[in-house]
Each structure stands twice: as structure tokens, then as C-alpha cells.
């Protein structure tokens, strides 16, 4: 993994395993992250996948149809109302 994260949306489809946003502790600051990588358990390697459109931390993912999608959360400030389709 590129980017150590935690509160990220993880989920599996299609044989990988996704972390998307998430943050990182840089004491005293917490950022809050919008990047997305994909992890391949069958080479052992992460791959940095195109970005959210905004930083979310402790947002939930699901897969549905192949397809994931990042819900809720929050940035540096309030939640974030909206989902945010990511191709599968």
C-alpha cells in the first residue's frame, strides 16, 4: 500500500481487495486522504487507482453488479452526503 491509511471503505470484487480514502495520522494533524489503491492477493502488489472526487474518512463501500461504491463519510469538516460510483 502507497498510502497507510485508516478509516477507509474497503471492500472485495472481481478477485481484489479496495481501500479508498481513509486518513493519516501526522501528529498533531489528521489528513483526511482521497486517494484509492487496489491490492491483487494473487501477485501480493497495490496499485494506486484514479482518485475520489473528495477526501472521505470513515466512509462504507459496497460492491453491487461489479461496480463499488464510497457512501457517506466525512472530510476535514462535515459528513459528505453523497455516493460516489468507482469502476469495479
Avoid: K, N
Avoid at 501477485?43 to 463499488?68: D, K
Amino acid at each position: 500500500m502507497a498510502t497507510g491509511r485508516d478509516e477507509l471503505a474497503a471492500v472485495t470484487c472481481g478477485g481484489y481487495i479496495y481501500a479508498m480514502g481513509g486518513s493519516h495520522l501526522v501528529w498533531p494533524v489528521r489528513h483526511v486522504l482521497d486517494s484509492a489503491e487496489r491490492f491483487d492477493p494473487r501477485s501480493g502488489t497495490w496499485q494506486e487507482l484514479p482518485r475520489l472526487t473528495r477526501e472521505r474518512c470513515a466512509a462504507a463501500a459496497v460492491a453491487l453488479h461489479r461496480r463499488l461504491v464510497v457512501l457517506g463519510g466525512c472530510d476535514e469538516v462535515p459528513a459528505v452526503p453523497r455516493g460516489e460510483p468507482r469502476g469495479g
